[in-house]
């Protein structure tokens, strides 16, 4: 059974650095195919996809975002990480992480339950 | 503004059948799979369909996808109550080299 949980704060002042912890079982990260992405979506609005990293250790970023972003993975640990820098109210969000896979089109299949995160000095 | 256009908002009656497009361009639909979530409320995103019109296990046959050209639609028969819910569409964007969503339409069960 696949299962994702997020962690990290709650709450973080502008500017601060963030960073989200996705610990995941029932699959591995060594695995060919498989793949770990961060989702998040503001209050009332819509799901953007962050960051994506997959089981060779390629990453994808989102295009706007890229230059704020660092997701690595921890096999040992089956963690993915996300880092996102000078955070800003306008990131207040749920973020997620999810699982994906080439066998199912790079569809998220798994998500963990999300966490919220505010920005707020 | 999303990448791919849905429309905000949809309806019908139990038992309806209901369609939700997803338009794109060349450089995403038009080259790349689409996938469908369906949000409930207060609940993380769930995966409906992928590679435009594959069921995962434990979906039922009333939820289908297809695709033409550089739009995608979701198909709902047998309206129930409880579908009402928020429906995504995701695809590959080759110019952006990442993900995107459509923003989103919420559909009410009248």
């Known amino acids: 059974q696949i299962t994702l949980k997020e962690s990290g704060p709650t709450l973080v002042k502008p500017t601060q650095t963030l960073t989200l912890t996705c610990t995941f079982s029932?699959?591995?990260?060594?695995?060919?195919?498989?793949?770990v992405g961060w989702i998040r979506q503001p209050p009332g609005k819509a799901l953007e996809c962050l960051a994506f990293?997959?089981?060779?250790?390629?990453?994808r970023y989102s295009p706007s975002l890229k230059s704020r972003l660092t997701i690595t993975k921890d096999t040992s640990k089956n963690q993915v990480v996300l880092i996102m820098t000078n955070m800003d109210p306008v990131d207040t969000a749920t973020y997620y992480c999810?699982?994906?896979?080439?066998?199912?089109?790079?569809?998220?299949?798994?998500w963990g339950q999300g966490t919220l995160v505010t920005v707020s000095s | 503004q999303s990448v791919l256009t849905q429309p905000p908002s949809a309806s019908g009656t139990p038992g309806q059948r209901v369609t939700i497009s997803c338009s794109g361009t060349s450089s995403n639909i038009g080259s790349n799979i689409v996938n469908w979530y369906q949000q409930l409320p207060r609940a993380a995103p769930k995966l409906l369909i992928y590679t435009n019109d594959q069921r995962p296990s434990g979906i039922p046959d009333r939820f289908s996808g297809s695709k033409s050209g550089t739009s995608a639609s979701l198909a709902i028969t047998g309206l129930r109550s409880e579908d009402e819910a928020d429906y995504f569409c995701a695809a590959w964007d080759d110019n952006l080299n990442a993900r995107v969503f459509g923003g989103g339409t919420k559909l009410t069960v009248l």
């Open positions: 990293i997959f089981w060779n250790d390629e990453k």
């Open positions: 029932g699959f591995s990260l060594r695995s060919s195919g498989v793949g």
């Open positions: 999810a699982h994906s896979a080439y066998s199912i089109g790079l569809g998220f299949d798994y």
